[in-house]
């Protein structure tokens, strides 16, 4: 089916499943931004729209109803969407919501959700970059679309690795991660500086790595 076909059949089954205030506030809640969201985020990165439930239900700390914008909910997986707008979410939020909401945020975090927040300019603007980021969070919890070796995903795992580093990766931080011996964590970088992945950074004149960083679009490589 076409996206818009997807996208009909989707609001009616949520739409009929529910009833009473709790279908009139996805009636209200899904509105511009989100369906901008489905549109340029979610139909391009997945193409369906399996699992995900529009303007979710849960509750706060206090007990009290809170709606996500959605929940993508396969299996065990709990994750929360939002997409935040700058002039509700940041410009006129007062010091009670801001606490209320960083409250919230870690509560669902302790119930076992994660929380992806997402700038409504960025879904509007930069698609392209909300769909890598979340490429790169869902690769996380999908299988393989095909069997992948071993030393792929240690291969990936080095990209995560170097990509939650503010300095280039070394050795020693291969070693330490994996528990491997140093000579092994030399061969594990070269091989993924091989594939274009990382690049060598030098000390001096040259002559001597020190560490490696990632090339331009190296997280892609993770989906």
Not at 30 to 53: I, K
Not at 191 to 219: D, M, T
Request: net charge positive; proline share 4%; glycine share 6%.
């Amino acid at each position: 089916m076409s996206y818009e076909e997807s996208y009909a059949v989707f609001m009616e089954r949520h739409l009929a499943a529910r009833h009473g205030e709790r279908r009139a506030r996805l009636g209200r809640g899904h509105a511009h931004a989100e369906a901008m969201f489905l549109r340029q985020v979610w139909w391009p990165l997945r193409g369906d729209f399996a699992d995900l439930h529009p303007e979710y239900e849960v509750s706060d700390w206090r007990g009290r109803p809170f709606f996500a914008d959605f929940a993508w909910l396969p299996g065990e997986i709990k994750l929360l969407l939002e997409i935040k707008g700058y002039s509700v979410h940041v410009r006129d939020m007062d010091r009670q919501k801001y606490c209320r909401e960083l409250n919230r945020e870690t509560f669902l975090h302790a119930m076992g959700y994660q929380v992806i927040s997402l700038a409504y300019d960025d879904v509007e603007q930069r698609p392209d970059l909300c769909i890598n980021l979340l490429r790169m969070v869902l690769s996380r919890y999908l299988p393989a679309q095909a069997p992948i070796s071993r030393g792929l995903i240690a291969e990936k795992e080095i990209i995560r690795l170097a990509g939650r580093q503010a300095s280039p990766i070394r050795p020693i931080d291969v070693k330490q991660h994996f528990e491997l011996d140093h000579k092994t964590a030399v061969l594990m970088l070269r091989k993924v500086q091989a594939k274009g992945w990382i690049k060598p950074v030098y000390h001096g004149n040259g002559q001597r790595i020190v560490g490696y960083e990632l090339v331009r679009g190296a997280l892609n490589f993770l989906e």
